[in-house]
């Protein structure tokens, strides 16, 4: 067992006051699993009305808002969490949904000469994680939240988003169950977004992180997952107001 300390702050900066602000964040850790969450805490600045609650997929969710006009939203999560071997177990939602190709994950024009048929399950999954890895480049702003598999495959190039989205683009199409995680990784920097596989003989989804090319064990908390990007944002949020926004984002995950 490990023990990390996480901190994620958010501050969205606003060029003139905006008004009916609203947001919704997935920020905080899973519950239960591979983690145990022994102290956490969420700031949010005190004119700002808050719920929580969870989303289709049982993330966790935190949406409120705002009605008078403001310049800025900052919050801040932060705890301790002690960590067992990553994988997890299966939930109820049908298996079946993890293998349909989504927007963001379709492919039209992938061909591989790999041998994969003569692979189990882990194996093909983490041949086609080098995979991906070996012909995508790293680019920073290269792509955004709407660019699909078959873009990145085209291009060769994109960011941890993509990575996984064109993971998961493959093993579905080989008929392997994989879903979308984001969430952060030991170090500093930004948030970050890795692949679960599900493997049926042993009940349990591993996770796989196209972007640094390994099998995960320790040193990631996961926030949520989803069929893909779109179905589990960090954050998102909608308000009225002419204006130009700026976001700035921290992270670190350390053990301690």
Not at 64 to 74: F, I, Q, Y
Not at 117 to 144: C, G, K
Not at 209 to 214: A, E, F, K
Not at 224 to 244: E, I, K, L, W
Request: charged share 20%; net charge negative; proline share 5%.
């Amino acid at each position: 067992m490990k023990r990390y300390l996480y901190c994620y702050n958010t501050i969205v900066s606003f060029s003139e006051p905006v008004g009916n602000h609203e947001f919704l964040i997935r920020c905080q850790p899973v519950l239960g699993e591979y983690m145990n969450v022994e102290e956490e805490h969420l700031v949010l600045p005190p004119d700002y009305w808050k719920h929580h609650g969870t989303d289709t997929f049982k993330n966790r969710i935190v949406y409120g808002g705002n009605r008078e006009p403001h310049l800025s939203l900052a919050y801040v999560s932060t705890g301790i969490v002690s960590m067992q071997t990553y994988r997890i177990h299966s939930d109820s939602l049908p298996i079946s949904i993890w293998l349909q190709p989504t927007h963001l994950t379709s492919l039209h024009t992938f061909k591989t000469n790999s041998p994969l048929a003569d692979m189990s399950r882990m194996e093909r999954a983490e041949s086609i994680m080098h995979h991906v890895n070996s012909i995508l480049a790293y680019v920073p702003q290269s792509t955004d939240v709407e660019t699909t598999a078959q873009e990145v495959i085209d291009s060769g190039q994109g960011v941890c988003q993509d990575f996984a989205h064109l993971m998961i683009a493959i093993c579905r199409h080989f008929g392997i169950p994989a879903r979308y995680v984001c969430g952060f990784v030991e170090g500093t920097g930004e948030t970050h977004a890795w692949v679960e596989v599900f493997d049926a003989q042993q009940n349990y989804w591993f996770g796989f992180d196209p972007t640094y090319d390994h099998r995960i064990d320790f040193g990631y908390v996961k926030l949520a997952h989803g069929r893909d990007a779109a179905d589990c944002p960090v954050s998102r949020g909608q308000y009225n107001g002419f204006t130009n926004q700026e976001t700035k984002i921290n992270v670190i995950l350390k053990e301690v």
